[in-house]
């Protein structure tokens, strides 16, 4: 098994792409170019990280990070996957994560916050193709893309490090007339999560419990799920997801316990059956 180190060196190279800041329903506030760069150093027990940013009116302007450890509210898996963010949500505080998973030569990244009165305010899409590549982007993801059976193998990483749990999952999405769908979701020892959603352009609106969910679907096949409002005493998820092809799909999800503390990270990989 992949050391925690040896899975943040998959994302070695230059990555060109831009930051793309969204609206609550999807729509694009401001895109700016970049390049991230993430070099190896003294046989990769450093790495040298530039994150670039280009302005129409501006010089660039470089954020420079050297590290040799990674921080307890990261963790990568074996394909270079990750995810980090806050370890601890509470009222009155700010709160979020970022995402990240790697296709070949694509990167796709997604940063969601949290203001000070728990409501989701801050969606950032970040697409990234690493330098002298050609692969072309997703398209924007469709509610019909996610129709159908869904079969998925899953890994749970904790962040004390603690074994890796690896469990089968099926994820069934189907229409419920015109504007609504529902989902279930088995995984595991039989667990069983059934759902039902609105569908609102390009948002999916889970309303049935207290805590509201909110997918919303994104260009280059992505999608974010998380609640509008984080509320105390509710378990919740924020996740990532990314249609690689028609027929296949990851998902990277952020798990928090009903006191709000983070409770780990868990990579899917699934395959449409039908």
Same mark, same amino acid.
């Given at each position: 098994m992949l050391t925690q180190w040896e899975c943040l060196l998959k994302?070695?190279?230059?990555?060109?792409?831009?930051?793309?800041?969204?609206?609550?329903?999807?729509e694009i506030i401001e895109d700016t170019a970049t390049m991230v760069s993430l070099e $190896?150093? #003294?046989?990769?027990?450093?790495?040298? @990280?530039?994150?670039?940013?280009?302005?129409?009116?501006?010089p660039p302007q470089d954020l420079v990070l050297d590290y040799r450890s990674l921080n307890r509210s990261i963790l990568f898996f074996e394909n270079?996957?990750?995810s980090q963010g806050?370890?601890?949500?509470?009222?009155?505080?700010?709160? $979020?994560? #970022?995402?990240?998973l790697i296709?070949? @030569?694509?990167?796709?990244r997604i940063v969601i916050l949290f203001n000070n009165d728990s409501q989701l305010n801050k969606i950032t899409l970040i697409r990234e193709k690493l330098a002298n590549t050609s692969e072309p982007e997703r398209p924007l993801l469709t509610v019909d893309q996610l129709l159908g059976t869904w079969q998925g193998e899953a890994t749970t990483i904790y962040p004390d490090l603690r074994s890796p749990e690896k469990y089968q999952t099926h994820l069934s999405i189907e229409r419920q007339g015109s504007e609504g769908l529902t989902q279930q979701l088995t995984y595991g020892e039989g667990m069983t999560i059934r759902s039902s959603a609105r569908i609102d352009g390009s948002r999916l609106l889970f309303e049935e419990s207290e805590l509201q969910i909110q997918i919303l679907?994104?260009?280059?096949?992505?999608?974010?799920?998380?609640?509008?409002?984080?509320k105390?005493?509710?378990?919740?998820?924020?996740?990532?997801?990314?249609l690689l092809s028609p027929t296949r799909r990851q998902r990277i999800i952020r798990s928090y316990s009903e006191k709000g503390e983070w409770l780990g990270a868990t990579l899917v990989t699934e395959e449409k059956v039908r």
């Open positions: 994302n070695l190279g230059e990555w060109q792409g831009s930051f793309t800041r969204l609206s609550l329903t999807g $190896g150093l #003294e046989n990769n027990t450093l790495i040298h @990280q530039v994150v670039r940013r280009f302005y129409p009116d501006k270079g996957a990750f806050s370890m601890q949500w509470g009222p009155f505080s700010e709160f $979020g994560a #970022e995402f990240g296709e070949q @030569q694509r990167r796709l679907l994104l260009p280059d096949g992505a999608s974010i799920n998380a609640p509008l409002t984080v105390p005493r509710h378990r919740f998820v924020l996740e990532m997801g990314w």
